[in-house]
């Protein structure tokens, strides 16, 4: 059964601030997609990262995948209190996409 | 405009009161899904559909129907809902797999009480 598991579920951070999320999957893939949600929204879709070292910027978010280490990354740099959101990374498995748990990030003045 | 749209956006019921929730897109895309999103548990998907009269179950399709008629739409029906049904539901789209990008609809809260 695919897992999928990001971390951390929460990060507060000042702005200006840089960090990165980290999104684990179990099992095989060639793919992987980052999704924002904002409260009380839908997700929208941000990167979408199809091969191993494929790298996605975009403003302030670089998304990256490594699929031998079955690990993508989502680095915020400089943070400002728009990209507050709660971030989903998602992975394929068969027909669905199968959804981490979801960072919320809080981006403090 | 491309787009998922869904109605109502909420929805307050009671038990075992049969409710419809509908789902359109207008990108012509042949894979539609449904997922519900609960605190604690993130998305689960519900059912998806494949092509017109193409259904499937997802991983917690207990409690639900669907139908593909027609290729923009695909209805979520509660035949009698439960309160362990009250969620936030998204209808999703993708043009071909379901493994492809998918695009999501605004949501459905939904409340059994």
């Known amino acids: 059964e695919l897992k999928v598991e990001q971390n951390p579920l929460f990060l507060s951070m000042q702005e200006g601030k840089n960090y990165t999320i980290y999104c684990n999957y179990s099992t095989t893939s060639d793919r992987l997609y980052w999704y924002r949600q904002d409260p009380g929204k839908s997700l929208e879709s941000l990167f979408v990262?199809?091969?191993?070292?494929a790298v996605k910027q975009e403003g302030r978010l670089m998304a990256s995948l490594d699929t031998k280490a079955r690990l993508s990354t989502l680095h915020i740099t400089a943070a400002v209190h728009d990209l507050s959101a709660t971030y989903f990374c998602a992975v394929p498995r068969t027909e669905k996409l199968v959804f981490g748990k979801g960072t919320k990030l809080t981006v403090n003045p | 405009e491309a787009q998922v749209t869904q109605n109502p956006r909420y929805l307050i019921t009671v038990t075992g009161k049969k409710l419809t929730v509908t789902c359109s897109q207008n990108?012509?895309?042949?894979?539609m899904s449904w997922y519900r999103q609960d605190p604690g548990l993130g998305l689960r998907q519900i059912y998806y559909s494949m092509n017109v009269e193409v259904t499937d179950k997802g991983d917690v399709p207990e409690g639900y129907k669907v139908s593909r008629k027609e290729k923009r739409n695909f209805p979520l029906i509660l035949e009698s809902p439960s309160p362990n049904q009250t969620s936030l539901y998204f209808c999703?789209?993708?043009?071909?797999?379901?493994?492809?990008?998918?695009?999501f609809g605004p949501g459905t809260r939904l409340l059994v009480l």
């Open positions: 990108m012509n895309h042949e894979y």
């Open positions: 999703a789209s993708s043009p071909n797999r379901g493994r492809e990008t998918q695009y």
């Open positions: 990262l199809l091969s191993n070292g």
